[in-house]
């Protein structure tokens, strides 16, 4: 993204408070220009004071009063005006620093899976945290300099001319050197300043990845190993920024430079020309004030785009994440579809994650309200696949997917989903305590209800020999429960939520015998009167089902009543002898 473009998107984001941020800058060019009022009125109290000699006192008094009055009327404007802008500036870059925070968190929310899956959480979080700040930097920035810089550059200059072309003209060479300068600068360090960031990233996502597996890195005794990782990551951040600090170390010399000889030539070409007799001793002080004014803010504008540059790769990852389109979204005509009674079916449907190998295809079957279907086959047959089109983690490339006769394209994905209830192989638990777990289900539970759920997911037992129950904490991803536990949790939160529909994705897969027993107990009461979808890999799980979707290839192969299916000698019957025979040896 070019620079001014960026910039441009980064004062856009101040928003909803454009307002305030229009008369911030208002009040910016009032203050830029009683600032000028200081040289002028010095310049002209020197020039009276040149004069004194031929004056009486009183008449003296009488021709510098008004520009004493003068000053001390701008003195204090300026003062004003410049607290009030710094104290709602800040207030205001505070106050938008939150709101694109949170803008930026709700989108990635909403980002289905796959189009997340590029970038690491770590590698997100860190965007959004350091995205948010240098835009809060830059627009305290611009109230605090870069406006006034701006506008002051663009005043001085015709003034100055106005005052003394010759000396001006000294100034104007002073400015293309300072633009070009910066700007070769800027060339050379842009695509340098990127790598930089893109390792700061990987260090982030090396962070956190690392992190959130303590426990392996613990057990494995990883821990010289990966802090040795993280050493060469650091490393190569700091070799990358290297170059571009003395790019900018350069531009600092030069400027300097340039600004130092500058200053040497107007005094000696002021001199001059008052041998000459073309200046008075007042326009020479006031010309200087005005030139080191100008320096001033010359040199303001280099160190912003400097802090630009540096910050623009941060602010280009933060645009991009907040570009990215979720792929499914809500159509503008959605409707939510209030409480659904759950019929389900699938009309023709396929879909492909790459666009070139189908996961699966020509889809078709009908779940009536109440049934209990389950889905089986070799891993990668494309189950989970067929039932994350039902609550639309993605949309299906070709056919329908209908609830209730209805599209569920045509409903919002937050009304669709609160008809779905979904356990998955992992719990999924926040580190929070387990009444705010089990609220995901439904926020206004009572303790009641909580009690109530857990007893039907056979959790209660357990909570209530936590010492805090309900109210205990159960660590990050919920670590401080077993794996039979979390996912009691979560089927109690399902129950909570009380959907039409439940998806069961090899919820009890990853769990031992016994545990599995009782889970499976408390997913028979959370499925009664709900339209179940079950994935299972162990079909003593299913066979209550009313009928059996077999996949294969992403493709339903067989379909029928279990017993049907085990009888008919195809692929079902294989793995029903393959499992049973397993099983009684
Ligand atoms: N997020 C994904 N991105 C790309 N391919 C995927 C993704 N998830 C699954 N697949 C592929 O789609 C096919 C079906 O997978 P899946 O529906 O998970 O099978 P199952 O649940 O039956 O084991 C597999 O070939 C798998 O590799
Ligand atoms: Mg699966």
């Excluded at 803008?103 to 899956?117: D, G, T, V």
Aim: contains cysteine; neutral net charge.
């Amino acid at each position: 993204m070019h620079f001014v473009r960026l910039y441009a998107r980064v004062l856009q984001q101040l928003g909803q408070d454009k307002r305030v941020a229009g008369w911030l800058s208002f009040a910016n060019v009032l203050l830029v220009l009683a600032l000028f009022a200081e040289p002028i009125l010095f310049g002209r109290i020197i020039d009276t004071l040149t004069r004194a000699s031929s004056m009486a006192h009183a008449e003296l008094w009488t021709a510098l009063w008004p520009y004493i009055a003068a000053w001390i009327f701008f003195g204090l404007f300026t003062i004003v005006c410049g607290t009030t802008i710094a104290l709602l500036a800040d207030r205001l870059a505070h106050k938008r620093r939150h709101v694109v925070l949170r803008n930026y968190f709700e989108h990635i929310l909403q980002l289905p899976a796959h189009q997340r899956h590029g970038r690491h959480s770590g590698r997100l979080m860190k965007i959004m945290l350091q995205g948010s700040e240098a835009m809060w930097g830059l627009w305290l920035g611009f109230f605090r300099d870069h406006l006034s810089a701006f506008v002051s550059v663009i005043v001085l200059i015709p003034i100055a001319l106005y005052m003394n072309w010759q000396l001006a003209s000294l100034l104007i060479v002073l400015c293309v050197i300072f633009v070009v300068v910066t700007n070769q600068v800027l060339k050379k360090t842009h695509s340098m300043q990127g790598a930089v960031e893109a390792h700061h990233s990987d260090l982030a996502e090396h962070v956190s990845d690392t992190l959130g597996n303590v426990a392996l890195v613990q057990s494995f005794a990883r821990v010289r190993h990966e802090v040795e990782t993280l050493k060469g990551l650091s490393d190569r951040v700091v070799r990358a920024q290297f170059p571009v600090l003395s790019w900018w170390a350069v531009v600092t010399v030069l400027v300097r430079s340039a600004t130092t000889l500058t200053v040497l030539s107007i005094l000696l070409l002021g001199l001059w020309l008052f041998t000459q007799n073309l200046i008075t001793v007042g326009e020479i002080v006031t010309f200087i004030v005005f030139a080191s004014m100008i320096i001033v803010r010359l040199e303001q504008a280099v160190s912003f785009t400097n802090r630009l540059a540096m910050e623009a790769p941060r602010l280009v990852e933060f645009f991009d994440v907040l570009d990215t389109l979720p792929q499914v979204r809500d159509l503008p005509q959605a409707q939510a579809p209030g409480r659904l009674q759950g019929r389900i079916e699938f009309k023709n449907v396929a879909f492909s994650y790459d666009g070139q190998t189908t996961a699966v295809k020509s889809l078709n079957f009908v779940v009536e309200p109440g049934q209990t279907v389950a889905l089986v086959g070799a891993s990668g047959a494309g189950k989970s696949t067929a039932l994350a089109l039902l609550h639309r983690v993605f949309d299906p490339d070709e056919g329908q997917v209908l609830i209730d006769d209805q599209d569920i394209k045509t409903m919002t994905l937050e009304g669709l989903r609160q008809n779905i209830g979904v356990v998955f192989q992992e719990a999924l638990l926040f580190n929070r305590s387990i009444s705010d777990n089990l609220r995901v289900g439904k926020p206004d539970a009572t303790l009641d209800e909580l009690t109530q759920a857990a007893k039907q997911a056979q959790a209660l037992e357990f909570i209530e020999r936590q010492h805090e129950g309900f109210n205990a904490r159960i660590g990050e991803r919920g670590r401080a429960l077993s794996g039979g536990e979390r996912q009691r949790l979560s089927v109690a939160r399902v129950l909570l939520k009380d959907p039409p529909i439940l998806i069961l994705d090899e919820a009890t897969s990853a769990l031992d015998a016994d545990t599995e027993v009782r889970v499976q107990a408390a997913l028979e009461v959370a499925s009664k009167n709900r339209t179940t979808l079950v994935i299972a890999h162990r079909l003593s799980t299913v066979r209550h089902a009313d009928f059996v979707l077999v996949f294969d290839g992403g493709q339903i192969v067989e379909s029928g009543s279990f017993s049907e299916l085990a009888q008919a000698g195809g692929i079902f019957a294989k793995l029903v002898s393959h499992q049973f025979g397993l099983s009684t040896k």
